[in-house]
């Protein structure tokens, strides 16, 4: 057999590792999508009854806005109870209904085995729908991808899956109920593959898509069809507008920086509160219902008020005073530790920002620029500009926008990276003491295969040489034969017979086996070996395996005939590589006096 011919036949590679069970995971997705788009409407629903038995005293499922409502000191005590209702369901429930729900659905997939609590599942969008339904300043958003979340590791729970495989299924939840909620199908997938998959597979993309299409498909005879927010279509935009657009997109960005620092800022200040954190969500109730005697339209999710923005119905003075009133009292009632949701304020926040920047500049409608401003504050303060962008385009059906979305929401991504080390997510979990990276590349080890690391000239010794002699001969060559942990032993036809670790020699020159015994008797287990066209990622997981630090590589048409040797120290080798890649700067071959692959 050929060398090129044996090379094919033992290469296995593929571009993806995803096999047949990926087919059982779209099986599951399809009810979890179906129970997600359920679990929505049964949110809303509730969101609707808190916010009419509160305000309006009255039991009704109908939509009820706060916006232009005046309630006086009634609406100042309607929210402090809720947070304090909210306080005692965290205590004496679970603690993780506090917050927005998002760093918590990453707790659970990173270090949770991408198991939730029963009661999370209930106690989550019950808590939200009384925080939003008593006024508080939130979206539905992050209790909906909680609560699907939970409902979808529950129901994995009940077959015999991987935690891998109950992660897909974890976020299939959350990405059914925000398609739900939002009509937004395409933006719910991104989001998953953005902010809560942490990985680029098959195996966990597909079935994720498959409970959003479900979910926006069972959406339609409970919560009607999309879009939520449409505008009329914008006109195809000149290179001016796109100008307009980056500098939208940079003030949202210095506007993402400043409300993270708001939120965590206070939620600093109620940690040095001498009282329980219980506590802490009357008084975010409070600064709610003082905020809204002020301008009604920070109460509640505030969709009417988005919907304004994107039809460019503010004026610039309302655009700042709704800026500072929704932002103050945001940060302070998120801070304080109660339950809700971040996108619906952020879409608010960022769709002032940028009608602000078109009204000041004089570019025409201000409603596409406060659809941009939503875009980038979404795309900066999430980091996740794909979601943000789709998200925008999925609510207002524009897709003459999709340039100007595009550039606002990568520009606000590219001052929050550089501005903040984290986002408004993830600095939750930096400060529990755990740390993401949020930024994907194809694993070195899966992209290099060990004939690009092996050592091709491999320490190889007779097997008939004897124990002392090869003691000799590793002492008297430390920078050849005696730098590797391990030698390889080989028989008179120069095959391999066995692999013999310095320990293994330490401990024959220190035992009864006398110095003149052959090193190949005292080889006792069986010799690993790999092929030079595997990955690295798989000789690892070879050497983590068999519980051992090296291995000969072998020809792929020979299993016997030694080719190099891999150990521990050329594996690390590689991320050496990737590293001087990363850091080294260096001219071009043209600056270094020759052409390019001369």
């Given at each position: 057999?050929?060398?090129?011919?044996?090379?094919?036949?033992?290469?296995?590679?593929?571009?993806?590792?995803?096999?047949r069970?990926?087919?059982?995971?779209?099986?599951l997705?399809?009810?979890?999508?179906?129970?997600?788009?359920?679990?929505?409407?049964?949110?809303?629903?509730?969101i609707?009854?808190?916010?009419?038995?509160?305000?309006?005293?009255?039991?009704?499922?109908a939509?009820?806005?706060?916006?232009g409502?005046h309630?006086?000191?009634?609406?100042?005590?309607v929210p402090?109870l809720?947070?304090?209702?909210?306080?005692?369901?965290?205590?004496?429930g679970?603690?993780?209904?506090?917050?927005?729900?998002?760093?918590?659905?990453?707790?659970?997939?990173?270090?949770?085995?991408?198991?939730?609590?029963?009661?999370?599942?209930?106690?989550?969008?019950?808590?939200?729908?009384?925080?939003?339904?008593?006024?508080?300043?939130f979206?539905?958003?992050?209790p909906?991808?909680?609560?699907g979340?939970?409902?979808?590791?529950?129901?994995?729970?009940?077959?015999?899956?991987?935690?891998?495989?109950?992660?897909?299924?974890?976020v299939?939840?959350?990405?059914?109920?925000?398609?739900?909620?939002?009509?937004?199908?395409?933006?719910?997938?991104l989001?998953?593959?953005?902010?809560?998959?942490?990985?680029?597979?098959?195996?966990?993309?597909?079935?994720?898509?498959?409970?959003a299409?479900?979910?926006?498909?069972?959406?339609?005879?409970?919560?009607g069809?999309?879009?939520?927010?449409?505008?009329?279509?914008?006109?195809?935009?000149?290179?001016t507008?796109?100008?307009?657009?980056?500098?939208?997109?940079?003030?949202?960005?210095?506007?993402?920086?400043?409300?993270?620092?708001?939120?965590?800022?206070?939620?600093?200040?109620?940690?040095?509160?001498p009282?329980?954190?219980?506590?802490?969500?009357?008084?975010?109730?409070?600064a709610?219902?003082?905020?809204?005697?002020?301008?009604?339209?920070v109460?509640?999710?505030?969709?009417?008020?988005?919907?304004?923005?994107?039809?460019?119905?503010?004026?610039?003075?309302?655009?700042?005073?709704?800026?500072?009133?929704?932002?103050?009292?945001?940060?302070?009632?998120?801070?304080?530790?109660?339950?809700?949701?971040?996108?619906?304020?952020?879409?608010?926040?960022?769709?002032?920002?940028g009608?602000?920047v078109?009204?000041?500049?004089?570019a025409?409608?201000?409603?596409?620029?406060?659809?941009?401003?939503?875009?980038?504050?979404?795309?900066?303060?999430?980091?996740?500009?794909?979601?943000?962008l789709?998200?925008i385009?999925?609510?207002?059906?524009?897709?003459?926008?999709?340039?100007?979305?595009?550039?606002?929401?990568?520009?606000?991504?590219?001052?929050?990276?550089?501005?903040?080390?984290?986002?408004i997510?993830?600095?939750?979990?930096?400060?529990?003491?755990?740390?993401?990276?949020?930024?994907?590349?194809?694993?070195?080890?899966?992209?290099?295969?060990?004939?690009?690391?092996?050592?091709?000239?491999p320490?190889?010794?007779g097997?008939?040489?004897t124990?002392a002699?090869?003691?000799?001969?590793l002492?008297?060559?430390?920078?050849?034969?005696?730098?590797?942990?391990?030698?390889?032993?080989?028989?008179?036809?120069?095959?391999?017979?066995?692999?013999?670790?310095?320990?293994?020699?330490?401990k024959?020159?220190?035992g009864?086996?006398p110095?003149?015994?052959?090193?190949?008797?005292?080889?006792?287990?069986?010799?690993?070996?790999?092929?030079?066209?595997?990955?690295l990622?798989?000789?690892?997981?070879?050497?983590?395996?068999?519980?051992?630090?090296?291995?000969?590589?072998?020809?792929?048409?020979?299993?016997?005939?030694?080719i190099?040797?891999?150990?521990?120290?050329?594996?690390?080798?590689?991320?050496?590589?990737?590293?001087?890649?990363?850091e080294?700067?260096?001219?071009?071959?043209?600056?270094?006096?020759?052409?390019?692959?001369?």
């Amino acid at each position: 057999m050929s060398s090129a011919s044996a090379s094919a036949a033992t290469d296995t590679l593929s571009d993806f590792s995803t096999n047949r069970r990926v087919l059982l995971l779209c099986a599951l997705a399809v009810p979890i999508g179906a129970i997600g788009a359920v679990v929505a409407k049964a949110l809303l629903w509730l969101i609707a009854v808190f916010t009419n038995a509160a305000f309006f005293l009255r039991f009704s499922s109908a939509p009820a806005t706060l916006q232009g409502q005046h309630f006086g000191w009634w609406g100042v005590l309607v929210p402090v109870l809720g947070g304090l209702l909210i306080g005692l369901m965290a205590r004496y429930g679970s603690e993780k209904i506090r917050g927005h729900g998002i760093p918590e659905a990453l707790e659970a997939i990173l270090l949770g085995r991408s198991l939730i609590n029963p009661k999370v599942a209930i106690l989550k969008p019950v808590s939200s729908a009384i925080s939003i339904g008593t006024g508080g300043p939130f979206g539905a958003e992050g209790p909906i991808i909680m609560t699907g979340g939970a409902f979808g590791s529950l129901f994995a729970q009940f077959f015999h899956l991987t935690a891998a495989e109950r992660k897909t299924l974890l976020v299939a939840g959350a990405a059914a109920g925000m398609s739900a909620v939002f009509a937004t199908p395409v933006a719910a997938v991104l989001l998953a593959v953005e902010l809560l998959l942490f990985e680029w597979k098959p195996r966990s993309f597909i079935p994720v898509t498959v409970a959003a299409i479900v979910a926006s498909v069972v959406r339609v005879p409970l919560l009607g069809t999309g879009p939520i927010f449409p505008v009329p279509l914008h006109d195809l935009l000149t290179p001016t507008q796109l100008a307009l657009a980056l500098l939208t997109g940079v003030c949202a960005g210095f506007g993402s920086g400043l409300l993270t620092a708001l939120v965590y800022a206070w939620e600093d200040a109620f940690a040095r509160l001498p009282f329980h954190w219980m506590w802490w969500p009357a008084l975010g109730g409070l600064a709610i219902g003082l905020g809204g005697l002020v301008d009604s339209r920070v109460l509640g999710v505030g969709y009417e008020t988005i919907h304004g923005l994107m039809r460019g119905e503010l004026l610039a003075g309302a655009l700042i005073g709704l800026f500072l009133a929704k932002g103050i009292v945001w940060s302070v009632a998120l801070g304080s530790g109660t339950s809700g949701g971040v996108l619906a304020p952020l879409l608010m926040l960022g769709g002032a920002i940028g009608a602000l920047v078109g009204i000041v500049t004089g570019a025409g409608d201000p409603g596409l620029w406060a659809m941009v401003g939503m875009a980038a504050m979404m795309g900066g303060t999430m980091r996740s500009p794909l979601t943000g962008l789709v998200f925008i385009l999925e609510l207002t059906h524009d897709f003459n926008a999709l340039p100007a979305l595009l550039v606002g929401s990568v520009a606000a991504l590219c001052v929050t990276v550089l501005l903040l080390r984290r986002s408004i997510l993830t600095e939750k979990l930096a400060r529990r003491g755990q740390h993401i990276a949020r930024e994907y590349s194809v694993d070195v080890f899966e992209r290099l295969r060990v004939a690009d690391v092996m050592d091709p000239e491999p320490p190889l010794v007779g097997g008939d040489t004897t124990v002392a002699r090869l003691a000799t001969l590793l002492a008297a060559d430390p920078d050849g034969l005696g730098s590797r942990q391990g030698t390889i032993i080989v028989d008179e036809r120069g095959e391999l017979s066995g692999l013999l670790t310095r320990n293994d020699l330490m401990k024959a020159l220190q035992g009864p086996v006398p110095d003149g015994v052959p090193v190949g008797e005292i080889v006792k287990r069986p010799v690993v070996t790999i092929h030079p066209t595997a990955t690295l990622h798989e000789a690892i997981a070879r050497l983590l395996k068999h519980d051992i630090g090296r291995m000969p590589v072998v020809s792929p048409d020979n299993p016997r005939r030694v080719i190099g040797y891999l150990g521990r120290a050329d594996i690390l080798a590689a991320r050496t590589r990737l590293h001087d890649e990363e850091e080294t700067r260096e001219h071009g071959p043209w600056r270094r006096g020759k052409p390019a692959g001369a």
